[in-house]
């Protein structure tokens, strides 16, 4: 086969055969095809599309790539969930002990921030001696033995996806549905899941903006898994404000800590967290229905028992044996913690997600090139959802913790900017808008 016959016929708008795919990416994961006939492959998915049976060849290919790994030896479903990213997500470091704690096993390859969104590899990160990174020898261990492990993905892990990937970001072609799906699919495919929910983030901070295009993400990604033989189901939340009160890297770590320890809660974050782990539940045949399912999620996190899990997963992967006990101790504290007053009282009618995004990357906290450095501990805290009343020094729009004074003044001009303020209270919106299922 000639690459160039390949590329040729997608730019066409043919539909290519299983061997063709097969054929690019075996060549792909190579060097068999250069860099710029990659682009061009790129390019023309990119404007021509992919059929389902097209996409299902791509994805599984991606994942033959590389190790699949095997856990037929395990006494439980193994389960995973994906989140197409947004701000104040850290449903997955309280997610993965939840569904442990159920019963399933959770070997969850994750990803690091990605543009405004933050990345749970990066939260990770904050906490000393974690290992994001581990061998698949480790991975296996502290799932056998502790049910759960969020980690990054392995050189042995999808590398067709890693040197695709890296081209399709700078040759403008990462927002390519079928190209996304593949991506996140080989991944999740490769880790040898016996089922899989998918959280599709529609709003102003979320990658698809409009619940038209969060419906076709989560559509393709479904079908596909399922082609593909994972059972999947999805669900589209909202992302028009942070799901958490905080974002950032180290004070997501310390938000979910206190969300497993039962010290504080956020409402929008419990919900869309019972409601992914429920649908989880279900997949494995762990629980009826999504209502025994949600069951369940509560009383691990009631019990203690996620927050134990959480805990050993730190410990088995390099961090504190006492994290949980003292997470302050560990998680790095900027030097400049302020609060941000709202310029005007009144209540939260809209907030601009991605502008708080953006203003994390411009704390230090995201990257705005690949080999940036990342500062753990600076971010938000105390993020003021719509409908919450502000005003004065007891009600602050939220709180900015800094390297320096100067950027903390910057970072809360950001929030401000970002906040929308009414005298009236708007009604209450969805967290979660839709599920998409087969």
């Not at 055969?17 to 006939?37: P, W, Y």
């Not at 996409?55 to 479903?77: F, I, K, N, Q, Y």
């Not at 409009?210 to 079908?223: F, K, M, N, T, Y």
């Not at 900027?334 to 997600?353: L, M």
């Amino acid at each position: 086969m000639l690459p160039q016959e390949i590329i040729r016929r997608k730019r066409e708008g043919e539909v290519l055969t299983g061997e063709e795919i097969a054929f690019m990416v075996r060549e792909l994961t190579h060097g068999g095809v250069s860099e710029g006939q990659v682009a061009a492959f790129a390019m023309a998915v990119f404007f021509r599309g992919m059929t389902a049976d097209e996409c299902v060849a791509l994805t599984v290919a991606m994942r033959d790539s590389g190790v699949v790994l095997d856990w037929s030896g395990l006494e439980g479903p193994v389960l995973d969930k994906h989140s197409t990213g947004g701000i104040g997500d850290n449903v997955s470091l309280i997610l993965a002990p939840a569904i442990a704690a159920c019963g399933g096993f959770v070997p969850m390859i994750s990803g690091r921030g990605l543009g405004h969104t933050g990345g749970t590899l990066d939260k990770l990160d904050s906490i000393p001696g974690y290992r994001t990174q581990p061998d698949i020898d480790l991975l296996r261990r502290v799932v056998e033995e502790v049910g759960a492990a969020v980690i990054g993905q392995t050189a042995d892990i999808a590398p067709a996806d890693k040197r695709l990937y890296a081209i399709r970001d700078i040759t403008a072609t990462v927002e390519s549905i079928p190209l996304i799906t593949a991506s996140i699919l080989s991944k999740k495919l490769a880790a040898g899941l016996d089922g899989l929910v998918l959280d599709v983030k529609t709003g102003n901070g979320a990658f698809m903006a409009s619940l038209a295009e969060s419906r076709a993400l989560a559509g393709s990604l479904v079908a596909v898994a399922n082609g593909a033989g994972l059972p999947t189901r999805a669900l589209i939340t909202d992302m028009n404000q942070p799901l958490a009160s905080a974002a950032g890297n180290a004070v997501e770590v310390m938000n979910a800590v206190d969300f497993l320890t039962g010290k504080e809660r956020d409402a929008r974050l419990h919900e869309v967290t019972i409601a992914l782990a429920a649908e989880l539940l279900v997949i494995g045949r762990i629980a009826a229905d999504t209502a025994d399912a949600a069951r369940r999620v509560e009383a691990a996190f009631a019990s203690g028992s996620a927050a134990e899990i959480f805990g050993r997963m730190v410990a088995g992967l390099g961090g504190p044996a006492d994290f949980m006990e003292k997470p302050e101790t560990y998680l790095k504290a900027s030097p400049v913690v302020k609060a941000i007053p709202a310029e005007t009282s009144g209540f939260v009618q809209r907030i601009a997600t991605r502008a708080i995004g953006v203003a994390i990357v411009e704390l230090g906290g995201g990257r705005m090139r690949a080999e940036d450095r990342i500062d753990h501990a600076v971010g938000f805290t105390r993020l003021a959802p719509i409908g919450t009343r502000v005003g004065g020094d007891d009600a602050p729009l939220g709180v900015v913790h800094a390297r320096s004074d100067h950027a903390a003044e910057r970072a809360a001009a950001s929030i401000r900017a970002a906040y929308s303020i009414g005298e009236e209270a708007p009604a209450a919106g969805k967290s979660v808008y839709e599920r998409i299922g087969i």
